[in-house]
């Protein structure tokens, strides 16, 4: 007979519910992946010569990456 492992409810739901929460992230980065047009690096050149971030001083921005770095954000 093959040894069990035995786990409780609670950390089973939790197991599972990390899982799907893996695998919808994967998903969702190949959505965007999709949602992101083609460029060509000669296309890529003329966009950054065109929209230089010298021409955009820092205070015209808002800083918001804190908004999405916490991966336990509330559920």
């Known amino acids: 007979m093959e040894p069990t492992v035995s786990l409780d409810a ?3 739901k939790s ?3 990390e899982s799907v929460r893996e695998v919808m992230r994967e998903e969702w980065f190949k959505f965007f992946e999709l ?3 083609y460029v060509d690096d000669e296309e ?3 966009i ?3 929209f230089s971030p010298e021409r955009h001083p820092d205070s015209d ?3 918001i990456t804190d908004w999405f770095d916490d991966a336990d954000q509330a559920q």
């Open 10 to 12: 609670n950390a089973l």
């Open 15 to 17: 197991l599972i519910k």
């Open 35 to 37: 949602l992101i047009p």
């Open 44 to 46: 890529q050149t003329e």
């Open 48 to 50: 950054e010569t065109s």
């Open 61 to 63: 921005f808002v800083d």
